[in-house]
């Protein structure tokens, strides 16, 4: 995988090479984003399943035919960002999902989000981007180990560590998968701009909640995209293996 942060000057200056998602709520995109930047939240492309699991990305290859139909191919590189307060962690779901189904061009969160793009002094529109995308073929090659089901994650718990990444509330009146720890998503990041830990603050923050990179770490929320943040910030740090249990606890609860 070739994921990691990139700066709004940089995505600026190189305006025209990189394919810009935005992973806000659609409203939000729609009042101002980035120009070019193309709508692409977790609330467009989750749904809930026929097991009345809720919060289910949608199936890879109807993923793959999205993408396509956005000029987008799994070699393209790709810009994604947020902001500091609608998009939820939805950004790094995006990178995740890109991840998961075997993109191989670079991936790059813009660090700061549309925030820091707008502190830079760089413009702002309201304009969708209509016919200008030529379709392309998105091959699919799943990295299954980025993912698990709630069925593997229990024949596998006593050999991962498990997070939690809910707020305190959720995690003290909800239903949650057996052994987990909790550290909310939130401290996953840092500073106005939600910048993702580097690995020493999040070598630290795992340590101090007995985690070490010597096993997986499985994160979890409700429907994985707030875990993806964690994930993300994990996998950034280039230690041991995360995964983001993408069902979370929307498909523990209704294992059988």
């Known amino acids: 995988m070739d994921i990691g942060l990139i700066q709004p000057e940089k995505v600026h200056a190189e305006t025209g090479t990189w394919?810009?998602?935005?992973?806000?709520?659609?409203?939000?995109?729609?009042k101002n984003h980035i120009p070019?930047?193309?709508?692409?939240?977790?609330?467009?492309?989750?749904?809930?399943?026929?097991?009345?699991?809720?919060?289910?990305?949608?199936?890879?290859?109807?993923?793959?035919?999205?993408?396509?139909?956005?000029?987008?191919?799994?070699?393209?590189?790709?810009?994604?960002?947020g902001d500091t307060d609608t998009?939820?962690?939805?950004?790094?779901?995006?990178?995740?999902?890109?991840?998961?189904?075997?993109?191989?061009?670079?991936?790059?969160?813009?660090?700061?989000?549309?925030?820091?793009w707008e502190k830079a002094g760089f413009p702002l529109t309201s304009e969708s981007v209509t016919g200008t995308l030529l379709?392309?073929?998105?091959?699919?090659?799943?990295?299954?180990?980025?993912n698990i089901s709630a069925e593997a994650l229990e024949r596998m718990k006593k050999?991962?560590?498990?997070?939690?990444?809910?707020?305190?509330?959720?995690?003290?009146?909800?239903?949650?998968?057996?052994?987990a720890v909790h550290i909310n998503w939130e401290e996953f990041y840092t500073?106005?701009?939600?910048?993702?830990?580097?690995?020493?603050?999040?070598?630290?923050?795992?340590?101090?909640?007995?985690?070490?990179?010597d096993k997986p770490v499985v994160y979890y929320c409700t429907g994985g995209i707030r875990s993806s943040f964690a994930w993300l910030t994990h996998q950034l740090a280039g230690k041991g293996s995360p995964v983001n249990f993408e069902g979370g606890t929307e498909e523990w609860k209704r294992r059988k």
């Open 36 to 81: 070019g930047a193309i709508s692409f939240s977790w609330e467009s492309y989750t749904r809930t399943d026929d097991k009345k699991i809720a919060y289910r990305v949608f199936q890879p290859e109807e993923i793959a035919g999205i993408l396509g139909k956005r000029g987008i191919d799994e070699q393209t590189k790709i810009a994604v960002y």
């Open 191 to 213: 500073g106005p701009l939600k910048t993702p830990l580097d690995a020493n603050a999040l070598s630290r923050l795992l340590e101090k909640n007995g985690i070490s990179f």
């Open 135 to 146: 379709p392309k073929t998105y091959h699919v090659a799943l990295r299954y180990q980025l």
């Open 87 to 116: 998009s939820w962690g939805g950004e790094a779901w995006v990178v995740w999902l890109l991840s998961w189904l075997g993109h191989t061009g670079p991936v790059r969160l813009i660090e700061g989000g549309i925030d820091a």
């Open 19 to 30: 394919t810009i998602l935005d992973a806000r709520p659609v409203s939000i995109w729609e």
């Open 159 to 179: 050999d991962v560590f498990i997070v939690d990444t809910r707020s305190f509330m959720e995690w003290i009146t909800g239903d949650r998968v057996p052994g």
